[in-house]
């Protein structure tokens, strides 16, 4: 009996859609964590902040726009904001779903590298053995199925990745997989089949999906590298004209992507450089080696903002176990290094897979090693794609074992899996919410200017401005010329009742920012500061006049805008206001509260008509906002036209159903158009949303 269920049970693992089931199933698991987790660090813009995700209108429009428009990074990611797109739509605020999606598009990437690694494991294994006269292709191919499993389940559960799965913001890389390996499945499926239409659909097909990889993520410019690499090296179908045509459609597809790249408008300022020497890069190139081999076999110390790299001197304890911990991660580098070339020398069955593996990795890690200028030395995220090539290293590995200690491996691949999927749990947890990702990365050896600040800005909205200033006054210490260290540091002690000190840092940053926004993002804030503090006083005129001259050197800035207008229209000087939004909105068709605020202002002026066509343009660049339709609705209800502004107001309520408000003010609106009936079923409808909102657990 026991014999029959076990034969069964084998059966039916051996089927690929149950395997499949199964990536999605434990990598489902390891992730659960993550799902209740709030927005983190740059979430909050990206999913909540971003103009481009909030119509379809937007479609296109995110090919000509950066993924963080103020930002001095380079990101060009509109597939990354597509997504979101379709989140905002599908789930309307609520941050499980955007959660969810990450996780799924991970899972789905893993389904694609499990079935792309059965076909490259065949081809590299099964076809060296035919090769060298082996007449076990039959016995060998149970064997690289299994091992393409676990290889692909070893991917998916691996807490290194937690960054890229955890954090909604790291999803890039997910998609960026996903379709890298989706396009390179669809080559292959191309690549055999009979008839000529298929066979040129599937190959449009696979470009076209390798362009969304592109458009993904910039490291997914590997996909592409690697396939070829694995082409022109590794395949053994020789057939020239189709490598010719291949070689052709991927020089192509970059020649599209770089097109692509040049869209958006060009940063006005290159970001800072750290100027290290080649010898300089070359150690850490190595320690980075070192610390990604680490982690991928023992993924202990796990957090964001990690660094191979301190430039402090080593007069103290800490600095001097820096320093020794990272030349313990050079020596680590190049054990890592001459394990990957000797075993790679090395003859075997399994020698043509190695190689491939190493040289997947090292082709991926390179781009991050060092070798040019980024935002951090290492990162664990940037392990996504090169882990691949480590782990196809290890199955290499494993096939030149004997049979015995082949079992061996597969029992210990097992239980790694078991182990890494309960780390990515735990890890998954880190990201809970600001609070508990800052003091976690601080914790884990991860503190940054950025971390502090983040930190700080958790202490501030809960209103304890004594801990956000003991935080930002040494983020100050760590980097005394960030201006958003100093600007958050001055708003702390201006609710700490520290006016005058607080003024004066305003103030000087507001001078600095002419020179320090070469070097850093944003610098616009200390002038707006000034003006906030100016108004408190009572001085709008001199505030007005600050902020009037900062829209001169930052004329596409929008908080600076919105900011004066408002004041002006308060002084009404209502017709500056609108000069001053209009240009504004006539430049950025896209910005919704820029088309707000210009409806706003030609209602009172009273040129209903405008002010009708300005609000409607609003409705469609977010369609889960109904303000623009509330205003709509109060401009119809003073023109006496009742019935047109409670079919407005029934608009907002479709897009905001669970909200009382909406209701409350629909059926204010139909009271007025003689329909009680109505209204009291709206007010019920506001009693019921409101018991509900008493009654249900809190979620974010």
Not at 487 to 505: C, D, I, P, R, Y
Request: include cysteine; charged fraction near 20%; aromatic fraction near 10%.
């Amino acid at each position: 009996m026991a014999v029959r269920i076990y034969a069964r049970v084998r059966l039916l693992l051996d089927k690929h859609w149950i395997r499949c089931l199964l990536l999605a199933l434990i990598g489902f698991l390891a992730r659960i964590p993550a799902l209740s987790g709030q927005r983190v660090w740059d979430d909050d813009f990206l999913t909540r902040g971003n103009p481009f995700i909030k119509s379809p209108i937007f479609v296109l429009e995110v090919f000509r726009q950066r993924l963080f428009p103020e930002s001095y990074s380079g990101h060009y990611r509109p597939v990354q904001n597509i997504s979101y797109m379709a989140d905002y739509l599908l789930w309307n605020g609520n941050f499980y779903g955007y959660h969810l999606s990450s996780i799924l598009f991970h899972l789905l990437a893993g389904i694609f590298l499990y079935l792309l690694l059965l076909r490259l494991f065949e081809a590299l294994v099964i076809g060296q053995a035919g090769e060298a006269g082996d007449n076990t292709r039959v016995e060998k191919k149970p064997l690289i199925s299994w091992i393409a499993f676990l290889v692909a389940l070893l991917w998916v559960v691996h807490p290194v990745h937690s960054a890229a799965v955890d954090y909604v913001s790291g999803r890039a890389d997910s998609l960026a997989a996903l379709f890298g390996a989706g396009g390179w499945l669809l080559y292959l499926r191309a690549r055999s089949a009979q008839s000529r239409v298929p066979r040129v659909l599937l190959y449009g097909g696979a470009w076209f999906v390798g362009l969304l990889a592109l458009c993904s993520r910039e490291s997914a410019c590997l996909w592409p590298l690697l396939f070829l690499i694995y082409l022109l090296v590794f395949d053994r179908a020789k057939n020239p004209g189709r490598r010719v045509a291949t070689i052709a459609g991927c020089l192509a597809l970059f020649a599209v992507y770089i097109f692509l790249r040049h869209l958006p408008p060009s940063q006005s300022v290159p970001g800072p450089s750290s100027n290290w020497s080649p010898s300089m890069r070359a150690v850490l190139m190595v320690r980075a080696l070192g610390d990604y081999g680490r982690l991928m076999i023992f993924p202990g110390n796990l957090h964001m903002e990690r660094s191979v790299f301190s430039g402090a001197a080593v007069e103290n304890g800490a600095a001097r176990q820096h320093f020794i911990e990272f030349e313990y991660l050079s020596i680590l580098g190049l054990v890592v290094l001459a394990a990957l070339i000797a075993l790679s020398l090395r003859r075997g069955p399994g020698q043509r897979l190695r190689v491939f593996g190493a040289a997947w990795f090292i082709v991926a890690y390179l781009p991050t090693s060092n070798i040019v200028e980024l935002n951090a030395t290492v990162a664990e995220h940037w392990l996504y794609l090169p882990s691949v090539g480590f782990l196809i290293f290890l199955a290499g590995c494993l096939f030149d074992l004997p049979l015995t200690w082949r079992r061996v491996g597969l029992v210990f691949a097992t239980v790694a899996v078991a182990a890494l999927g309960i780390r990515s749990n735990l890890r998954s947890r880190d990201w809970e919410s600001n609070e508990v990702f800052a003091r976690q990365t601080i914790a884990s050896g991860g503190l940054t200017i950025r971390v502090a600040l983040l930190l700080a800005q958790v202490y501030s909205n809960r209103e304890d401005y004594a801990g956000a200033e003991r935080l930002l006054r040494k983020a100050v210490q760590l980097c005394p010329e960030y201006p958003l260290a100093r600007n958050n540091l001055a708003h702390a002690l201006l609710h700490l009742g520290k006016e005058k000190e607080a003024q004066s840092l305003f103030l000087e940053s507001a001078k600095m920012a002419g020179e320090s926004r070469k070097d850093y993002p944003r610098t616009w804030i200390a002038a707006l500061n000034v003006a906030h503090v100016d108004h408190t006083e009572n001085k709008d005129a001199q505030a007005i006049a600050v902020l009037d001259k900062a829209r001169l050197d930052y004329p596409d800035t929008w908080d600076l805008i919105s900011s004066e207008t408002e004041l002006l229209r308060r002084a009404d000087q209502v017709d500056r206001s609108l000069n001053i939004v209009q240009a504004f909105a006539g430049k950025n068709w896209w910005h919704y509260n820029a088309w707000l605020a210009l409806g706003r202002l030609y209602a009172q002026k009273g040129d209903n008509a405008t002010a009708m066509a300005a609000l409607g343009h609003a409705t469609w660049l977010d369609l889960r906002e109904t303000e623009a339709l509330n205003l709509m609705a109060m401009i119809r209800m003073r023109q006496n036209r009742l019935d047109d502004a409670v079919q407005v107001q029934r608009q907002a309520v479709r897009r905001q159903p669970d909200q009382p408000q909406q209701y409350l003010l629909l059926s204010d609106l139909l009271d007025k158009a003689g329909r009680t009936r109505e209204a009291r079923v709206a007010l019920a409808e506001v009693t019921r949303l409101r018991s509900v909102a008493g009654s249900a657990p809190a979620v974010n």
